[in-house]
């Protein structure tokens, strides 16, 4: 249970689901997890063991200030989860500019601004440059999902943005790898809560993908740290699915 030993880590919606459970799957590797979001996650912190700080993703001047502190506090960043993201629930024909605009901040410019900097702090690691960058992008990212224009669009960018900086990264000789990883409807707090008011959407979730059942938070932080260890190593500019199966299967099999 050490393969992220010694290593910092940076986790963006931190308080809860999936950011959760890959904090304190870190932690509980070895990792020194600065977890963040914008909400209150300091309990989570604090039973992970990791250190919370208050962090607008779409804001340049919070990631700066947390980027500062890493490398006051730390010396040096080795992972980044790219994970904090928001939706609109609006489709096309309703949807509103400042809605979208506000998806867009967050789910793209956050991970944009947090790719810049990680990679400028990863090169600058006093024990050598490297380092792992990992966006979170749910099965969305291949599918149309027609109830939200703005996320479906936002996670098809973030595609080309994991992409684009992967291969730029690696052009560059730098040794820092950037992927993606693609979870499917994942049975988190926020989930239930859609589930208590809205029953039927259990069953709808559950028979979207062909295991016929919601990934754990917990199995989408297992493949999270295989992209942060050395395990993956040769890796980079890739799209890791964690979804049962769903992006796979044809709808009328």
Known sequence: MSRLSGRVAIVTGAASGIGEAIVRRFADEGARVVATDIVDGSAVAAEAGAEFLRHDVANGGDWKRVMDHVASQYGHLDVLVNNAGIVSGQSIDVTQLESWNRVFAVNVTGVMLGTRFAIEQMRANPDGEGGSIINLAPATSFLGFGDDAAYTASKHALVGLTRSSAAHAAQEGW?????????????????????????????????????????????????????ASDDSAFSTGAQFVVDGGLSSTHPSM
């Open 175 to 227: 040794n820092i790898r950037i992927n993606s990883l693609h979870p499917g409807p994942t049975d988190t707090a926020m989930f239930r809560r859609q589930v208590e008011a809205q029953p039927a959407l259990l069953d709808a979730f559950k028979t979207m993908s062909p295991r016929g059942r919601l990934a754990k938070p917990e199995e989408v932080a297992g493949l999270a740290l295989h992209l």
